[in-house]
């Protein structure tokens, strides 16, 4: 999920419930806060609690919460995951320390020293374009020896990973998560038998990612092929606008911005897109039928 | 600096006195707390706020006290900022925020609207190898326009890059300091006019880096050729005993331990050298004439 | 398909005849030599040529030849590209050059100026790990009006890449062949409308990846399934063995070896296993049922 | 030394001799022909002979002559060398095979199976950011043992590495060459003991650089300073003209060729500057006091 903001270190409370309707509304599985979309490294942590805390009360029980308690320090995770646990959400996340690129030994003791600090169960995100490190073999083997870990989020975008270490967890945890992040992997990953996706263009049609899902778990594939099409082309239409890394978040919050949901005011070091951009993505959603 | 810790959240405040000691009698220039070697990213806001405060009481004026403002957060590092004035600092420092890898013309922006923010002048950290991201020939021709903003500290130990930079600024700037990350090359940089290093080693040594600042810029290319030599000696013994990026922090905390001046506990995600490392570190000091 | 030799400059006459009956009685729809797997920028291009006449004399038409014409000399490749026309191959592959990274107009002229040289049509190789470049979206666009090119070889394992260069030649031209690179993600890609792959591990198991490449296009979601759990199961026993980048070939080739198909002499600058993990492979062949 | 070339696969013979003589007279301690700058890996192997062959004859014993025979191959690596040998070199140089990236043991592996081969002194180049692999620690400190391996040169720009494998050799083998690539660096590391470095500017202006290494290896800080500056002013005017990686070769070829020593045709992946480019250049020879 975005997080929806009306300036530097405001919360768009507004917007965010009306977010939370649409996603709630659109039948998905889960809500995860804080996570890269959602701009987490980039509020103030006091704004992160507030984040959580507004989430699950718009939610209130419908779905699981899912929050991202990435951090560089330990302390701030801890804490982020105390508050979670607090406002009733159901499970934290967290990818590894993304300043120090923590070696393997490192990052498992790591988690290891996190583990009994966190009142609620663990999900790990893999994210090394971000974080420069990838959870290895050895550190997941481990990881899937700790009953509190619960599953992986891979959002490395290498699906040769992901399954490499599906195939570790099978027999050891059948009850563990895979979850994958680049949405337009959903399809490949869910009829191969991948658990689903954490997927940022939910926040602008949820329903699309929600009947993607439902179409490949029931392995119909005429129409998976016909939904992931729809996906890649909101893909092209909204993601590419942009020229940074940042495209993504921007095409995202833009189009919610054009459609009434929430603010498109983005988290230092990124702006919104200026009028020139916002016009194309308008198109765009016309395009799609993505409706104001 | 280095951070002097004896638990997870708690600094190690005798520890720290003991340092600051040594340094401003070793004669350094300046002390800059929080930065890569200071575990910032590491420390929770709360410990990098006391860090500041006794720090800024221990050295009470006698040298400079720059501080490590970066963080992926615009909003934490404004309030760090302001901290640092309060407690009496001389100069922040930021590199590139470091989760999200800005564009160029994003890190710009962002360094715009970090600056009126901050009661102190700015010095910029190149720390690209951790924030992923260069301040470019065009970002840093921008900030030479910016009054507040007043050096650069290069630590991707690319002299090339380095060079450039100081060509860029001979003439807009001359009052600009610009700073080694890497101690090895320090001698390299006061002989060809860089303006001094931002040392680790001087943490366990600070005599030997004054020296050979001293010998650089008074252009004594015997004492300096002897005194790097040294420098070099030290970086092998000390820094290259751990497997991980994390070696040169350890090998400069255990030291630091074995000579009785501060505790030797790391921040998450690294722990301190085991008992045989430790060992070795401590012959190593023997050999280098470091006695305890 | 690997290079099976038996001394530095020496080719394996007999064991290639062998590996090519395996393959072509195995069902494949094409052979490739002189990709990644193949060894092919070791070889000498004496050696090269050698490869091409005669696998063309043991292929003798029953199925397409492709050459790998990669080479970081235009006048080299251009060479390749004549003699694999006279020896009667089919087509020729090239990724960009691999010495100089070049910039992205300048991959497109490099392929603008060996198109004329070509007397065969030409399929590109993405491969970023080795190449350090990838074709861009702009550089696609462009082949795609080029009527001598005629599909992609992506082996970057990025099928968020792989999704967006189909999507971009869907309609511009639907008689390109899009082939995926790693084989575990044969079943995905195919699934999802791709053409096939480029398996090294046919050259192991041919009929293994023939009937999981049927099935997949059968959309039979169960039989893929289960045959993609046994190609991640040889993935996971084969490839694993070695400690660097070469372990894929490296374990190819001894079990090549072991099967008594072909020596498992390396090219320079890799070597075959020593007789300790030749022990580990004889063992997982014999788990997987891959008898000698 | 750059290789003047008149079209794809055709040696510039007599711009050959005009540079070689410009060099010789300029009062350089050698010549090191199919570098980098050389664009070796781009030119067919044929041509690559013909380089060492009238760069010999042309040279004539007034200098050493070394010749790159970085490949990925070894035996085209081996073939170029013996060709070396014949025509009268003194010594080979080559950089790790750079389309695989061998891990350390294989590279260790590859140059002691590359030296039997080798009828001439061997010098190691480090050149990572190219070859994807730098020699280690632990490579060198083998090579260290070879008598028939007489020195590095290092193009990685990061001179700590540099002084680490200085460091590194000095009581084992006084008698090596520690040579630096970026040209930018030479006053520094001559200053700290470094025994000089290959410099493409001197292509463009020998003396320039002559006159810095006599300098700096005479501990002359003045006119080091001076002369340094220069070689940075050359640089910020000649280098950044183009866009790519390329832009180093261009400038120098473009200068080249007003100068009316040599043709500046490149080899493909590249090509030469355009008239608008061509014209900056000009101009900036001019300002640079380097006459028609």
Chains 1, 2, 3, 4 share one sequence.
Not at 85 to 112: C, M, W
Not at 122 to 143: D, G
Not at 250 to 260: E, V, W, Y
Request: glycine share 10%; with cysteine; charged share 20%.
């Amino acid at each position: 999920m975005v997080t929806p903001l009306t300036a530097r270190d405001t919360l768009d409370i507004a917007g965010l419930e009306r977010l939370v309707e649409r996603l709630v509304i659109g039948g998905v599985s889960g809500i995860f806060v804080l996570g890269t979309t959602g701009e987490a490294p980039s509020l103030s942590h006091r704004l992160r609690r507030e984040v959580v805390e507004h989430t699950c009360r718009f939610v209130s029980g419908r779905v699981p919460v899912l929050v991202g308690i990435t951090d560089t320090s330990i302390v701030e995770s801890a804490q982020l995951a105390a508050a979670a646990a607090d406002f009733g959400a159901d499970a934290v996340v967290t990818s590894a320390p993304f300043y120090f690129p923590a070696g393997q030994p490192e990052l498992r003791e790591f988690i290891e020293e996190l583990l009994p600090e966190l009142p609620l169960p663990l999900m790990l995100y893999n994210m090394p374009s971000l974080t420069k490190t990838s959870f290895s073999r050895e550190v997941v083997a481990w990881a899937l020896g700790q009953e509190k870990i619960v599953g992986l989020k891979d959002s490395s975008g290498d699906l040769v990973y992901f399954r490499r270490m599906r195939y570790l967890a099978e027999t050891a945890r059948p009850d563990w998560s895979f979850l994958v992040g680049p949405e337009e992997l959903l399809a490949e990953t869910v009829l191969l038998g991948g658990h689903g996706g954490i997927n940022g263009g939910a926040n602008l049609h949820p329903t699309l990612y929600v009947e993607l899902y439902q179409a490949a778990k029931a392995g119909d594939l005429t129409r998976t092929r016909e939904l992931s099409a729809r996906v890649m082309a909101l893909s092209e239409a909204i993601y590419q606008v942009g020229k940074h890394g940042s495209a993504i978040i921007k095409g995202l919050k833009c189009s919610l911005s054009i459609l009434g949901i929430c603010d498109d005011f983005m988290a230092a070091p990124f702006h919104r897109f200026h009028e020139a951009e916002r016009e194309i993505i308008r198109g765009r959603l016309g395009e799609l039928g993505i409706a104001e």
